[in-house]
Nanobody, 123 residues
């Protein structure tokens, strides 16, 4: 069974950095992995995705500040977040989908979601 479990959230001042991790049990190299976020009163948005070959994609608001990576041997996904802004404050979710990222369907039952980890950036 595919089960993502996130860690690494917390509170940081604006301009600071955080690194999120996600252990995704039950996946293989056929899965696209990604990070999504949802701020209070906001819609869910895709942050970044990565295929097993390392091909990655980023949402415009985080380009140049966030870096997504994965360790296939450890079934672990990472998100390095630098130059954090108050608008990055959100619950961050790790998601797995059995597809290449460009065709991924993130909604259940095709997408497997973790419970999330909170990131709070103070201005």
């Amino acid at each position: 069974q595919v089960q993502p479990v996130e860690s690494g959230g917390g509170s940081v001042p604006s301009g600071g950095s955080l690194r999120l991790s996600c252990i995704v049990s039950g996946v293989d190299n056929e899965y696209c992995l990604g990070w999504f976020r949802q701020g209070s009163g906001k819609e869910r948005e895709r942050v970044a995705t990565i295929d097993s070959d390392g091909t990655s994609s980023y949402a415009d608001p985080v380009k140049g500040r966030f870096t997504i990576s994965r360790d296939n041997a450890k079934n672990t996904l990472y998100l390095q977040m630098d130059s954090l802004k108050s608008e990055d404050t959100a619950m961050y979710f790790c998601v797995a989908a059995r597809s290449v990222c460009v065709w991924a369907d993130w909604d259940p039952p095709f997408g497997y979601w973790g419970r999330g980890t909170q990131v709070t950036v103070s201005s």
